[in-house]
């Protein structure tokens, strides 16, 4: 069986969306023997990295979609495989499932959250445009034109895949509110990414505590004076801030700015290494949240959009601000507390990772028989 992976830009340096594949590769492997899987990335080394084919990235990065029909009609299935694709870039994924359905081929989309937050590169007005509506007093009506016109794609889409699995109850219910209810409920693939216990994690018995910190420029922190000083709190207390960046590029040029050191590691082995030596992460990436916990390393989380709420969900935890108005003096209190001790963590860690995995595996087993039979 041929398997065409893709909808999400792979090969754009997000770490997060490359740990994402690397799970969905390891379960397809695990669940149908002798699969052959085709990736669509901007990166070629993730034939030899992942053991599958790759092609272009189609429908990012400047690729377009010609050729994609082609390429799909050489598969017996499309898989829109992971990340918050239905409200961050869903014209091209939805695109790319039309078009594959066009062509007879059977698709199916695994793993995909719904931020409660459209993206606002897509979803609201800009420029010129944003200026002329705000004369005609119409900004509103424009975008909710914009996002009702997506709901009414999705609640076209969907119902003609073999079969939909969202990575948590919350997407589940948003879509169910466009007119598709009939999504399943998985987990994030990410969580099934191991770490090599031999890998070093940096630590010693001299360490100091260490905090791991990732600000994302994607719906970038507004008030970085904050950051600043949280950084500065930190390393006057006598511990130390590591730079944990999600992407390898933007996040890390943001970071270094800041004055934090950051790990040279660009992959989600390396994140997991680095976060496993660290005694909680602060993050406004949600990825780096989820491979610490991987880890055994407890997260707090900066919230731009639902995602990072419905993750720590799974902890019986939330957000401790948003990108947009967050209380950096409190944010600080609670990354010190975090610093001198994780209470229960492990524990809960233990209960919410049965209760995903259970998911996750109920989930694997459906989406193998759909592929198969």
Known sequence: MRILLGGIPLG?????????????????????????????????????????????????????????????????????????????YPHVALELMEIAQGEGVPTFIWGVGMDDELNPVFFKAHGRRLALLKMLGLVGAYERFLSNRLRRRIARVLPRCKGVWVRDPQS???LAETGFPGAQVAADSAILLERDDNGSDGTGDSMPPTLGLCISTQRQVVDLDGVKGLISAVCD??????????????????????????????????????????????????????????????????????KLANWLSNFGEGVVGSVYDCDWKAVTRRVLDALGGCGDWKERRAAAYKMLNARLEKARIELAAKLTE
């Open 12 to 88: 754009c340096d997000n770490i997060g969306d490359e740990a994402i594949i690397a799970g969905v590769v390891k379960m397809l492997k695990r669940s149908v023997p002798g699969v052959e899987l085709t990736v669509a990335t901007d990166d070629p080394a993730t034939a030899a990295l992942l053991g599958v084919g790759v092609v272009p990235p189609f429908g990012f990065r400047d690729v377009g979609f010609a050729g994609f029909a082609a390429e799909a009609k050489r598969h017996d299935a499309y898989i829109w495989c992971g990340a918050t694709g239905l409200s961050d």
């Open 172 to 174: 589940a219910a948003m």
């Open 237 to 306: 207390s006598g511990a130390r801030v590591l730079g944990i960046p999600m992407n390898i590029k933007t996040d890390r040029a943001l970071l270094e700015s800041l004055g934090v050191e950051c790990i040279p590691g660009t992959t989600p082995e390396a994140v997991m290494d680095a976060a496993a030596g660290c005694d909680v992460v602060l993050s406004s990436r949600l990825h780096l949240l989820i491979l610490a916990a991987n880890a055994g390393t407890p997260g707090l989380g900066i919230a731009r959009g639902s």
